[in-house]
């Protein structure tokens, strides 16, 4: 006996270990092989590129000009020349800086969407679990209703019962035959939607336990942690300080512009050189940038604290789901276990102690019940793998 309790023991520690293992698995290979995450993985590549470019020196530029005189005697003049512009010092260092940043965000963006993606696989292979442990049970009343419509189809032939009996048990098996049908549709297209999000390869998952993880105990303390884990939080606390490196950027870029270069001119076999120098004076061309991305600042400040509220909400409604759902879950897995019928029901059919309108509706009973705790534990599981999708 004690050997027994044991292994009960040991299997409700093993199992869910399992069966997180092989999601975890499941999981890495979809990171490896989905194509919408590799497509964005060399969009972002290129985005980055892209923020490092434009940042540096304009070209220099070069001018040569050879003019004729007229009249004759006045000879031909050629002018050379090779200038170089630049904004002052301070805009580029603005410039790299926030290209570096903004390249930061690429990454956190790309974090996102690899979250989306991967609780995405999650929820189908909680669904596949759900289908699988539905599909094994309908295959099983499949089975038991087939021998109970060739127990009656033999008592019928013998005139042991009528034909409304023999035909309630031929619409049983009916019955039971369409539902495993249909939850077998429904595999089918979980797979193939699986299949695609792992880049077309095929993922074998046959487990007909829904994986159930914990909840978190403390709320708050969990929620602390799962804010500053949150890419989509990440990225919008970063935008503001993007913008606010933008206003520093838009204050330098008000600073007049400066180039230096080299002139020579040479006429009547004379020749004048020597350096230029300019200065743009900053009138007209970046009015209202500064305020601009000042706007820029104000604005993401309140979508973050927006976004950080629905965040919030969002996942202390789902943890509040996940409570109630744990409960009920348990309460019926604990009754099914300890007070079911459907064995003694099927000893009282067969030894004509009950009728079989009442045996069809008693373990009618037990049928709802079952599907009730299966799609408990499959909402509590879908429930929790988005409130713990930032751990992904």
């Given at each position: 006996m004690k050997k027994i309790l044991f292994v009960l023991f040991s299997l409700n520690f093993l199992l869910p270990a399992r069966a997180q293992n092989a999601i975890e698995k499941i999981l890495q290979e979809v990171e490896t092989n989905n194509t919408t995450l590799q497509a964005l993985q060399k969009e972002i590549e290129a985005k980055k590129l892209g923020n490092k470019t434009g940042i540096w020196l304009p070209d220099p530029e070069v001018t040569y000009g050879h003019l004729w005189g007229t009249p004759r005697e006045i000879g031909n003049q050629n002018d050379f020349g090779i200038t170089q512009s630049f904004d002052f010092p301070t805009v580029y260092m603005h410039q790299s800086k926030l290209a570096?940043?903004?390249?930061?965000?690429?990454?956190?963006?790309?974090q996102s969407e690899r979250i989306n993606t991967l609780l995405r696989a999650k929820q189908i292979i909680i669904e596949l679990a759900y289908n699988n442990a539905l599909s094994e049970d309908y295959a099983r009343r499949v089975e038991i209703a087939r021998i109970i419509v060739d127990s009656y189809q033999k008592k019928f032939d013998?005139?042991?019962?009528?034909?409304i009996e023999r035909n309630k048990v031929h619409?049983?098996?009916?019955?039971?035959?369409?539902?495993?049908?249909?939850?077998?549709?429904?595999?089918?297209?979980?797979?193939?939607?699986?299949?695609?999000?792992?880049?077309?390869?095929?993922?074998?998952?046959?487990?007909?336990e829904i994986p159930l993880t914990p909840l978190p105990s403390d709320f708050n303390e969990w929620y602390a942690a799962a804010e500053a884990k949150s890419p989509a939080l990440q990225y919008l606390s970063k935008q503001i300080d993007i913008n606010r490196q933008q206003v520093k950027l838009s204050r330098a870029q008000g600073l007049p512009k400066l180039s230096a270069g080299y002139a020579s001119e040479?006429?009547?076999?004379?020749?004048?050189?020597?350096?230029?120098?300019?200065?743009?004076?900053?009138?007209?061309?970046?009015?209202?940038?500064?305020?601009?991305?000042?706007?820029?600042?104000?604005?993401?400040?309140?979508?973050?604290?927006?976004?950080?509220?629905?965040?919030?909400?969002?996942?202390?409604?789902?943890?509040?789901?996940?409570?109630s759902l744990q409960e009920t879950a348990q309460q019926y897995r604990t009754a099914l276990t300890s007070y079911s019928?459907?064995?003694?029901?099927?000893?009282?059919?067969?030894?004509?102690?009950?009728?079989?309108?009442?045996?069809?509706?008693?373990?009618?009973?037990?049928?709802?019940?079952?599907?009730?705790?299966?799609?408990?534990?499959?909402?509590?599981?879908?429930?929790?793998?988005?409130?713990?999708?930032?751990?992904?």
């Open positions: 570096g940043m903004e390249n930061q965000n690429l990454d956190l963006q790309y013998l005139g042991e019962a009528d034909a619409m049983n098996l009916v019955t039971c035959m369409n539902k495993k049908e249909k939850i077998d549709i429904a595999r089918d297209a979980l797979r193939n939607e699986l299949k695609s999000l792992n880049g077309g390869k095929e993922i074998e998952y046959h487990a007909t040479r006429i009547l076999g004379e020749k004048l050189q020597g350096v230029v120098i300019g200065v743009s004076i900053p009138l007209w061309e970046n009015k209202n940038n500064v305020k601009q991305a000042r706007a820029g600042v104000l604005s993401s400040e309140a979508a973050l604290e927006d976004n950080k509220i629905l965040f919030f909400n969002r996942l202390q409604s789902l943890f509040k789901q996940s409570v019928n459907e064995p003694l029901l099927r000893k009282a059919l067969d030894a004509g102690e009950i009728s079989l309108l009442d045996y069809l509706l008693e373990v009618a009973y037990y049928y709802d019940a079952f599907n009730n705790m299966l799609e408990t534990e499959r909402d509590y599981a879908l429930a929790v793998a988005e409130l713990t999708a930032v751990e992904l």
